[in-house]
């Protein structure tokens, strides 16, 4: 199955955000919610179970200048094994643009045993846009091992790269992914990214929140937090607390 969710936000004038675009296909469904403030808020809704293996899913997300758009999703989303063992891809690519503000805040990526996800979300920002985004991916469900999970994040700002970082775990994935220099047996992860101009003139400091969460700025107006944790509520706490520190 190929199907992509295509989301378009303008800013109206009047200091509100309007959907020009909006339109889903397949398990991508979307659904109108209220954001916050000026905030146009979009729901991304599983209309069936996806990704199953060999499946293409995409999210397209733009925001245009004075923009500020919310983006969530309804619950977790569940990588799970197909009938001929084929890899499945999720992509999610946003747009900022000049003076544009972007939360992509979706429920936790669950990677089932037997499955095999790769995910690449790719942001590209203008100089004066604003940015949050939060990742969490969840190892099996409760008492089961994982799938094949691979995950590639870039971020550029300004035509510059910003953040390329990618991530593999799961049978099959590079040797030491559960030692004690990777996950350490921790089955929960997840990072928040912010890039705001306004860091650069009080960036933020490296810190760490906790034995397996840190703070790191980049080389940019923006700081990565990443968070490891036995399970997915107690990811959820620290990248809150995170977000309440760095987010808006």
Request: glycine share 14%; net charge positive; aromatic share 2%.
């Amino acid at each position: 199955m190929r199907a992509t969710a295509r989301i378009g936000a303008a800013a109206d004038g009047r200091g509100a955000t309007v959907l020009p675009l909006l339109a889903g296909e397949g398990p991508l469904a979307l659904r109108r919610t209220r954001g916050e403030g000026t905030e146009a808020g979009v729901m991304l809704v599983g209309a069936m179970s996806a990704p199953l293996g060999g499946d293409h899913l995409t999210v397209e997300a733009g925001a245009g200048p004075g923009a500020r758009l919310l983006l969530r999703s309804a619950a977790a989303t569940l990588a799970l094994p197909g009938r001929h063992g084929e890899p499945a891809r999720y992509d999610v690519r946003l747009t900022l643009a000049d003076r544009s503000a972007v939360r992509w805040l979706p429920e936790p990526l669950v990677s089932v045993r037997g499955s095999d996800l790769r995910v690449r979300t790719r942001a590209e920002l203008a100089p004066t846009a604003r940015l949050l985004l939060r990742e969490e991916q969840v190892l099996g469900r409760t008492g089961e091992l994982p799938g094949l999970l691979r995950s590639r994040l870039t971020v550029t700002r300004d035509g510059r790269p910003l953040l390329d970082q990618e991530l593999a775990c799961g049978p099959g994935a590079p040797g030491g992914w559960d030692g004690p220099a990777g996950l350490a047996g921790h089955r929960a992860l997840g990072q928040l990214l912010v890039v705001d101009p306004d860091f650069g003139a009080d960036p933020p400091r490296a810190r760490m929140l906790g034995e397996f969460a840190a703070v790191t700025p980049l080389a940019g107006p923006a700081v990565l937090v990443t968070v490891l944790a036995p399970d997915a509520l107690r990811l959820r706490d620290l990248l809150d607390s995170a977000c309440g520190t760095y987010g808006w």
